[in-house]
């Protein structure tokens, strides 16, 4: 972007959105073509010349608008995180925007189109979208036009948005009111098993007074989110045994114990029909919802009708409470659970063993080995012996009940009060950004690994994302409504041209 802006006079809210609208009208052209090459790069994390490919070309990107770019690698290997920063001067906050490049694995036979060949449609597939060829005239790309790729949304959407951002505002020749440093991630959707040894061993370049993620979608009412927190999250699998080998069961049901009945009942004490984990002193570490959150939740456009009838339930947990309340307790989700047959493989049998598969969400003050504590005590409350390896033969005659219990590593939630400095910042740039008042999420129901982040730097972090809510992110079709990319640009020229003037 060649020589650094000066933060100086604040451009007028109304004068600041027609410079970023007009500047993406004129270069759409361009800036979806950048965002079709971009996408045309298998970007796996465990392809590892192709996601040096995306890495090299992402670095090409940033350079070529005057970003001081280098790799930041592990000491161990994986994929390098792409680095840049733009100073600048006189701004007194330095703000990291953070994305990924890599991208889910794909099943082809599963794709209208092969994934990292960018397709056009004139609308979404499933309102029978056509394929149409790309645009070459300035000022003609439509909003409802959607672009079919992997990672079409979720990253590499984002990230051409952050960087068309800093040339909309430079062609406006608005300042950033920021020092700005770029982190893109290449291992996020493999499960970031580097992440923190980058961190680590970056800590004092990566030093900052916030990051802001642009990771997931806005709300399902196409309204801009600013989401301040995201929940937590483990995992484990459970087995509990039963007989030796499977056993006919006329001739010893009634006398030898059933794995999937044990199973099922070990289950259902630990979570009720209504949501509530039955757990002991499950919520002990759950704070109650602040006044500031019960705010930022009555504001928030309800969606819950509509998304019940999108996926056909007669109701809801909780006596249909509404969703955007749920996502602030903890949740205990039962994955699958296998045992025996059904249908066609069904038999008369008492199998040998059966397997449940569960997921917990977390929120603050939770923490993934306190979890498994009060997990495993409950089991041992049922009468079960708790092994971590499948149990010997002496084990399993010494004991009337034996469950094995595996579990993943998982990590916390991270969250920023929703009436912090930062927070009412963010907000008031972002709502400047777009005109109209945006929806601020106390917390995602999803879980994103920012504790990495929080724990390694101490930085406060908000997620400000600009996707599509009906993406298929990390399903096949993978898609962006293209007026959500021009959106977002607007919105990440907005923050960094307003955020360090807010943020007092």
């Known amino acids: 972007m060649g020589a650094a802006l000066r933060a100086g006079a604040q451009t007028p809210a109304n004068d600041l959105r027609t410079k970023v609208r007009n500047y993406g009208s004129g270069h759409d052209v361009e800036i979806l073509r950048e965002l079709s090459e971009f996408l045309a790069i298998p970007n796996l994390a465990s392809d590892g010349p192709n996601i040096r490919r995306n890495a090299d070309h992402l670095m090409g990107m940033m350079r070529s608008r005057g970003i001081t770019t280098r790799l930041l690698e592990s000491p161990s290997g994986g994929p390098p995180a792409v680095y840049g920063e733009l100073a600048a001067p006189g701004a007194t906050k330095t703000v990291v925007f953070y994305a990924h490049y890599d991208g889910q694995p794909v099943d082809t036979t599963q794709w209208m189109n092969p994934p990292w060949r960018p397709v056009l449609r004139d609308k979404d597939a499933t309102a029978g979208g056509q394929v149409i060829p790309f645009p070459t005239t300035a000022g003609s790309v439509q909003g409802e036009w959607r ?41 996020e959707e493999a499960g970031s098993a580097h992440l923190r040894e980058i961190l680590e061993q ?8 916030a990051w802001l993620f642009g990771d997931g979608p806005i709300h399902q009412s196409r309204r801009q989110q600013i989401v301040f927190g995201v929940r937590g999250v483990t995992g484990m699998e459970m087995t509990v045994y039963g007989p030796s080998h499977g056993l006919h069961s006329g001739h010893y049901g009634n006398w030898a114990p059933n794995p999937v009945t044990l199973l099922a009942n070990l289950v259902a004490s630990m979570r009720n029909d209504d949501g509530r984990i039955l757990i002991k002193h499950f919520y002990d570490d759950v704070a109650p919802i602040t006044a500031a959150d019960r705010q930022a939740l009555a504001r928030i456009p309800s969606i819950d009708s509509a998304m019940r009838a999108e996926v056909q339930l007669g109701a809801t947990e909780a006596g249909n409470a509404p969703l955007v309340e749920r996502i602030m307790l903890p949740a205990l989700n039962l994955r699958g659970i296998r045992g025996g047959g059904v249908g066609a493989t069904a038999s008369n049998t008492i199998p040998a063993e059966a397997t449940a598969s569960i997921d917990f969400r977390l929120v603050p003050h939770q923490t993934p080995e306190h979890i498994k504590q009060l997990v495993e005590a409950h089991a041992r409350a049922q009468g079960f012996f708790i092994v971590d390896h499948t149990p010997t033969a002496a084990e399993r005659m010494g004991h009337a009940r034996i469950v094995k219990m595996t579990w993943e590593a998982g990590y916390p939630a ?44 101490h930085t406060p972090l908000i997620v400000l994302p600009i996707v599509n809510h009906d993406n298929n992110q990390h399903a096949a079709n993978e898609n962006l409504r293209l007026q959500n990319l021009f959106d977002g640009i607007g919105v990440y020229a907005g923050v960094v041209a307003r955020l360090g003037q807010y943020w007092k």
């Open 414 to 457: 991270v969250r920023v009060a929703t009436d912090a400095p930062l927070s009412r910042a963010v907000l008031r740039a972002t709502e400047e950004a777009v005109g109209a008042p945006v929806v601020g999420l106390p917390i995602l129901g999803g879980s994103l690994p920012l504790y990495a982040f929080e724990s390694v730097l």
């Open 202 to 209: 970056n800590k004092a370049l990566l030093r900052a007074d």
């Open 147 to 187: 672009l079919y790729a992997r990672s079409a949304s979720d990253d590499k959407a984002p990230i051409v948005a952050m960087l068309a951002a800093l040339d909309a505002l430079k062609a406006g020749g608005v300042a950033p009111s920021v020092n700005l440093k770029l982190f893109f991630e290449g291992e």
